[in-house]
């Protein structure tokens, strides 16, 4: 079955919808996601979205904290977009009804990490689940807008799909769709697109604990890097210090409840099991110290000490203001029988965000013609080696919106599709009844991701790492050409993938910069001028 349109966009987290508001203005669009609609990192977002709304707070400041952060490696061009625009579009989401949280006199503003100012707009602690909200009501009301849910991107369709063009090289490829697995029907369409935007956020589920949901398996990275499109800094994975401790039992669940940064923000202490207040050991800045710090710092504490947790006390707060800030995490603390507002919170780091990812302009436009992309998936340069707090909601809007400005320009000079796109060939393949081959072989790289490529690295670790993940890659590429593809397999092939590049990126990363930390450099210069780590397929097939 085949679908034509102007415009594909994957994903329906923060930045599909964005750009597909501004897409619609002037084009059709398919908007396609893999699960339903709302199941997306961005319904999980808690504390918010970093802008310059304060009277005693200006844009200078929030440009020189994210260039802080990004310890050397923001772009400083895109920093500024980041910041000037970002106004602009809070409002725009205001008008479309999302209902942040307001005092008298305006938006509500909190402080997080790594923030000089309060400058968190928030509705209150479920900010993505509203702008999710919002965004989808919207976008659903839009006449030019198809969205098909439990639909999931296998491929890209570009020049090696088709026989005659497939020897063209590298550098002039252009993306004409995807190749798509209909989930209900079990069956492959392809999408062909005059442009096409990847949204398909992070790929958190890489790794053994993380805050991510079961989306995030890093489709996207994946899916380009096999097109031919460059990928850069995939080694700067943010490790969030505190989601909610498991109880020992987390093997299996797939996602862990994040405690935000705002709790922090808000005056909470992390302790040692015995109560010992531990972070001015590692930074002045206490607990406000930017996360890769205190995530480190809890991960040392725990390695030193062979705990399982570290606590996180906001019972010097009152019980009002606990609950008035944090309603959402009270109320799942509570359901796991912990009453936040007398009792220490026991957290672990967890994997969180993204910071490199496809390269792109200041408009979205990827190295593949005809490929745009928006979100946690790209790497605009803002958040260089390290992410600031709420960061990413800001640039999902500011950046997808530029997106679709990028589309636009593009649409007026598009080239002709080639008109023999072949259908996805499945002949020869069976259909799979060996599903513990897939579930084994992904708790097995989630585990060697955990213990090997996590917070702390070094070479020996990420070597022994890159062996197993190729024999992976081996067995799992032989079971995929043999077999008719279904979600699970799909998406296993991808984490491998994004695997691959994290530990690629790492071995080639030789100094501690931002979140990559590797016991080998710990001593060693940075070099200057910075640099950034870019990876590109160079394979002439997918
Ligand atoms: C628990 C948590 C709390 C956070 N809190 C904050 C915060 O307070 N502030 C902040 O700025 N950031 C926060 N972040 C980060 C932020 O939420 C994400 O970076 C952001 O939501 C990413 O948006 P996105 O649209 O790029 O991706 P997502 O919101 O993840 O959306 C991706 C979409 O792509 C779809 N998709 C994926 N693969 C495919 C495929 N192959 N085919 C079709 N569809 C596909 C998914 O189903 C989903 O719809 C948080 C993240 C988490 C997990």
């Known amino acids: 079955m085949e679908i034509k349109t102007d415009i594909l966009v994957l994903g329906s987290g923060i930045a599909g919808l964005y750009a597909t508001m501004h897409l619609a203005k002037y084009a059709n669009v398919v908007l396609i996601t893999k699960k339903a609609k709302t199941d997306s990192n961005t319904n999980y977002a ?21 260039l802080v952060a990004g310890a050397g490696l ?10 000037n625009e970002g106004p602009e579009h809070i409002k725009e989401l205001i008008r479309i009804g999302t209902r942040f949280t307001m005092k008298e006199n305006g938006l509500a503003l909190a402080k997080e990490g790594g923030h000089s100012f309060s400058r968190i ?8 689940r509203e702008v999710e909200r919002a965004l989808i009501e919207h976008v659903s009301k839009l006449s030019n807008v198809t969205i098909l849910e439990n639909h999931l991107a296998i491929d890209l369709i570009t020049e090696h799909n088709i026989k005659k063009l497939k020897d063209r090289p590298i550098d002039s490829r252009h993306c004409w769709g995807a190749y798509v697995l209909d989930i209900t029907e079990s069956k492959v369409l392809k999408i062909i697109s005059k442009a096409t935007v990847i949204s398909t956020g992070g790929l958190g589920q890489v790794y053994q604990h993380t805050t991510n949901p079961s989306i995030a398996t890093g489709d996207g990275f994946a899916i380009a890097f096999r097109a031919g499109a460059t990928l850069g800094n995939m080694e700067f994975i943010q490790f969030h210090p505190t989601s909610l401790y498991q109880g020992g039992n987390s093997e299996g669940e797939e996602q862990a409840f994040l405690i935000s940064e705002a709790v922090r923000g808000f005056g909470g202490i992390l302790r040692t099991i015995d109560g010992e207040r531990f972070m001015s050991r590692y930074d002045s800045r206490l607990e406000l110290a930017p996360r890769d710090i205190v995530a480190r710092a809890i991960d040392s504490e725990l390695k030193k000490r062979g705990d399982e947790f570290v606590y996180l006390d906001v019972t010097n707060k009152s019980a009002e203001a606990i609950k008035d800030h944090f309603p959402n995490i009270y109320t799942k603390c509570l359901s796991r029988g912990i009453d936040i507002t007398k009792e220490m919170i026991p957290v672990v780091p967890a994997a969180h965000y993204a910071c490199g990812g496809i390269v792109v302009d200041h408009h979205g436009k990827t190295s593949l013609t005809g490929l745009f992309a928006s979100g946690e998936v790209t790497m605009t340069g803002v958040h260089g080696a390290n992410r600031l707090a709420s960061n990413s909601l800001l640039e999902a809007l500011v950046f997808s919106a530029r997106a ?3 589309v636009a320009t593009y649409l007026q000079n598009v080239e002709k599709h080639p008109t023999e796109i072949p259908d996805w060939d499945d002949s020869g393949t069976l259909s799979a009844d060996e599903k513990v081959l897939i579930s084994h072989s992904q708790k097995e790289l989630k585990q060697l991701m955990w213990d090997y490529v996590g917070i702390v690295r070094s070479n020996l670790r990420l070597d ?18 043999k077999t008719k593809v279904f979600p699970s397999l799909l998406e296993l092939r991808n984490l491998i993938t994004c695997s691959h590049l994290i530990v690629k990126s790492g071995l080639m990363r030789t100094e501690n910069r931002g979140l990559h930390y590797s016991l080998d450099y710990v001593n060693a210069r940075q070099a200057e001028p910075p640099v950034n780590t870019i990876l590109r397929n160079t394979y002439q097939k997918s």
Not at 464 to 479: C, G, H, T
């Open 46 to 66: 808690q504390g918010g979205i970093a802008s310059v709304f304060a009277d005693n707070d200006s844009y200078e400041s929030h440009i020189q904290d994210t």
């Open 74 to 83: 923001c772009d400083r061009a895109s920093v500024e977009i980041l910041v």
């Open 121 to 128: 707009v928030h509705a209150q602690d479920l900010t993505g």
């Open 404 to 406: 679709a400005q990028g």
């Open 464 to 481: 022994f790492a890159s062996r197993r993940i190729s024999n992976l890659y081996q067995e799992v590429e032989d079971f995929y050409k």
